[in-house]
């Protein structure tokens, strides 16, 4: 079997590395201009905001998820910042460049691509999560601003973000998805209180958001009112793969290996334990499967294939494994896992404390970006065509 991409994907890999070369390390990598100048010359080069159009900021290449690939591997080797992580750039702009007036493509999409705006999502509220289009919060156009009152809950770096983009009911009237609009709201503004919760992690990443009264130009609605649902729907369709997602789990697997040689039970080595055996073999089962499953969605996308039904089972897969991963941990260290508070103030040895955290972590795969019973209702609908799930009115 021929695993490599062929002789056009690895010329175009030998350039990436020259470049790579060349441009990093700058002299210090923790200096955010030498990063951003990388960036930018990354960019010109077409290697970085390749579905982006130049006159936004981006590169403006032709989908290829191959060479999209082969930057993914080249700039992870060389330890290179991609583009910026922020839900603005993975969310945000192809919903911009699908249904975004000008004014809104050519003000926002440069300035988050350089960092200057950082977004926060403001989707799900108290009474709204799975159920997505059930949400309450509303805005009234008086005169030329939306007016909004409501909540939103779970909103990820709220707290640290200049702008929302937001799901709010405009049309009371209109049957639940037909009655929701896509509005862009600045949230440093009087009328908008963000208050941080705290995990079981002691972190506080997500935020309680409400709004009392605060506005937003009327001319920063995405798309048609009323259709917001449908404009919260488009994703980013080209150059994505799942072919990297792996490579973490494989790490994480190693290290889980290493707990369970150095850990002693019953005086022996816990990795000895028939038990300890049977979990990490079934969990090493998942893991091959999740890589090859991998390979054959990239194939399949390579070649104009929808990617079959892989994409469906990834994160449900993924969010599986992590789980039975940092139950094996937990169990492999015994009581001391009680102790091993991860976070400010923790005590403990401090790999316990790494798996400690892990395990609290992973409980947030099983939620964020859908549920797993969500996913096993997706994976019944529309891989195995089972009848639709009952619903609730
Ligand atoms: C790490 C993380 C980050 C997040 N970031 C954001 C963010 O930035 N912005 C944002 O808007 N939201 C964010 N969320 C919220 C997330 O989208 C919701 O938590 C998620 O959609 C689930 O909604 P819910 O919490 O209301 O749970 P519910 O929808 O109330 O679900 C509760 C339980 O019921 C089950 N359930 C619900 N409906 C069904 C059904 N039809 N069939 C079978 N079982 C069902 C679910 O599987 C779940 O186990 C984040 C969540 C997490 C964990």
Redesign the pocket.
């Known amino acids: 079997m021929n695993l490599s991409f062929g002789p056009e994907y690895e010329e175009y890999r030998r350039e990436v590395r020259k470049f790579l070369a060349q441009n990093w390390p700058p002299k210090d990598p923790r200096d955010r201009g030498a990063v951003q100048a990388f960036r930018a010359r990354a960019t010109e080069q077409g290697y970085l905001y390749r579905n982006i159009p130049r006159q936004y900021g981006g590169s403006e290449q032709a989908p290829d998820l191959l060479r999209s690939q082969v930057l993914r591997e080249c700039f992870a080797d060389a330890k290179a910042p991609m583009e910026i992580r922020d839900?603005g750039i993975g969310l945000l702009t192809p919903t911009l460049l699908a249904w975004g007036t000008e004014a809104q493509k050519a003000y926002f999409i440069p300035k988050t691509i350089s960092g200057e705006i950082r977004w926060?999502?403001?989707?799900?509220?108290?009474?709204?999560?799975?159920?997505?289009a059930a949400v309450q919060t509303k805005a009234e156009l008086v005169g030329d601003q939306w007016v909004i009152n409501g909540q939103?809950?779970?909103?990820?770096?709220?707290h640290e973000s200049e702008y929302m983009f937001m799901l709010v009911r405009t049309e009371p009237d209109a049957p639940k998805h037909q009655g929701i609009s896509y509005l862009l709201v600045d949230v440093k503004q009087p009328g908008i209180t963000i208050r941080p919760l705290r995990q079981v992690t002691g972190d506080s990443?997500?935020n309680e958001v409400f709004f009392d009264d605060a506005k937003t130009p009327a001319d920063l609605i995405v798309g048609p009112r009323g259709r917001g649902w449908e404009v919260s729907r488009t994703t980013l369709k080209h150059e994505r793969s799942n072919l990297n997602g792996n490579l973490y789990s494989e790490s994480m697997f190693n290290r889980l290996v290493r707990l369970a040689k150095d850990t002693v039970r019953d005086g022996r080595p816990a990795i000895q334990d028939p038990d300890i055996r049977d979990r990490l073999a079934a969990l090493y089962g998942w893991l091959l499967a999740s890589r090859y499953s991998s390979y054959r969605e990239f194939s399949l996308t390579a070649a104009g294939e929808e990617g079959g039904h892989f994409p469906l089972m990834m994160k449900l897969n993924g969010s599986n494994m992590a789980r039975e991963m940092y139950l094996i941990g937990r169990d492999l260290i015994g009581d001391d896992f009680l102790l091993a508070r991860s976070g400010e103030g923790g005590v403990g040895q401090a790999a316990h404390r790494i798996w400690a955290r892990h395990n609290m972590t992973s409980?947030?795969?099983?939620?964020?970006?859908?549920?797993?019973?969500?996913q096993?209702?997706i994976i019944a609908e529309r891989a195995l065509d089972l009848p639709r799930?009952s619903?609730v009115a």
């Open positions: 839900r926060s999502q403001g989707y799900s509220e108290p009474g709204a999560g799975s159920d997505l939103k809950v779970w909103s990820s770096g709220a990443e997500f409980l947030r795969l099983t939620i964020a970006g859908g549920a797993s019973n969500i096993r209702n799930d619903r």
